[in-house]
């Protein structure tokens, strides 16, 4: 079966991830045709955080995050040797330490809830504005840049 996660990268605006994406999309297909299965097809999408609004320790902060699923009831045994290359492929495609990346990889289902349960935050009429604002977005940066951006400020 083909499986085609959407994978959630947070980056700050202007940190040396944010000038990566065409290489760190590579990288991130790579990992999941290599662990997990050559019918991947990673549907990346990059969520910007303004630079004044990412602070760790009370310091502002250019740590990125990365959720990328993978098909329920993965196995450590494959789960872990993913994660660990993301983590070596991001930092040496972007030259940061392996303490400026949170990488997580829960399974498809896990993932699916957490995205639902951030859209219930909001009233029924508010997510239909918010889904509706967020796609509008996202086609028109895949078409203008090729890439599928969102701001984190919608």
Known sequence: MHFKPIVLCSLVEGSRASFNKQALEQVIGRAYREHLNQAVTPRVIWMEVPS?????????SAVATLMAPVP???????RH????????QWCLATG?????????????????EFL????????PLRQIAYIAKTL????????????????INL
């Open 52 to 60: 004044n609004q990412a602070f760790l320790e009370g310091k502002t």
């Open 72 to 78: 329920d009831g993965t196995s450590n045994k494959l």
């Open 81 to 88: 040797p993913f994660l660990y290359q993301l983590l070596e």
């Open 96 to 112: 940061v330490n392996k303490n400026e990346v949170v990488i997580t990889a829960p399974d498809q289902s896990l993932s699916r």
């Open 116 to 123: 639902s349960a951030n859209r219930k935050r909001m009233s």
């Open 136 to 151: 509008v977005r996202l086609v028109r940066s895949k078409s203008a840049t090729g890439h599928f951006n969102t701001h």
